[in-house]
């Protein structure tokens, strides 16, 4: 188990193989290498920050805090909303009103693919080594001209076939493009055995089991998180395993672990369910070209 005050975390500048300034705190993570790697981060887009249209070999669920995120033809994310970003799935591009400021909270994590996911160390380390190759230039790795590869690949695709040592090969599609979920509309649900407690289920994906749904717990209450999975505060304060909990306090239970939570007011938690790989095989080779990013 693993309880994490965000506002402690200091802001970091990442995303550099993106468009734009984007800052952000690593939350909780997990292990590097593993199938079921995940990264839960906070990020705050600078006015600047744009991205492609592209697509990724992970699954990734987006809660927008603050602001406003505009992904094309897929629409628009409002403060309040959550997306489902499937892998293989395009979207965007995604921009921003330059004059809002915009925070999102966001799960990356290996999906069903068995494609896994880059820590943050390894894509670093990939973009200081491709550097020397070429320039990220608008979300692009953009290979100079005496060097042998695919001249333009998307960022994040580049760093992971350097990582990887061979081409990416998306997984076939489960979905045919991204969910956006406005919590708004869904009603609360008691939660069975847990006094003054209720849930809003946003979703459930894949046959792997990954979730994200919402949890309130009146004050005076006492919850008991389970996992395997994230649990953030959105708002509220109390305590949690005896540590102080507030807004954007996050938890992370490995399967089978429990804590308890006491409300002190009323409490909402973002909840993630990560998803069971168990029996997944690592994603087969396919000696293919990589794709260039749209």
Known sequence: MKIVQTDE????????HRGGIFHGRI???????ALDNFQLSFGQMGGDFNSPRHRHNFEQIRYQLEGVLDYGRDGKLVAGM?????EAVYYGPQTQDPNIPCKTIVLQFGGA???GYLSQAEVQAGMQALKREGEFKDGVFRRRADVEGKR????????????NGRPMAYPK????????MDPTNYEWVPVEGQSGVAEKLLGVFTERRSEVGLIRIDAGARFTVRGKGVYMAVRGAGTIGGEPLRALTTVYLEAGETVTLVAREATELLHFG?????????????????????
């Open 274 to 294: 990560l998803p069971n790989l168990a029996g997944v095989r690592p994603a087969a080779f396919h000696p293919v070209s990589a794709e260039a990013a749209e």
């Open 113 to 115: 693919s068995g494609s």
């Open 9 to 16: 975390i200091p802001l970091k500048r990442g995303l550099e």
């Open 173 to 180: 599609p489960r979905y045919p493009q991204p969910i956006f």
């Open 82 to 86: 959550v997306g489902y970003f499937p």
């Open 152 to 163: 333009n690949v998307d960022g994040y695709q580049a760093i992971w076939e350097h990582a």
């Open 27 to 33: 939350m909780v993570e997990g292990e590097p290498g």
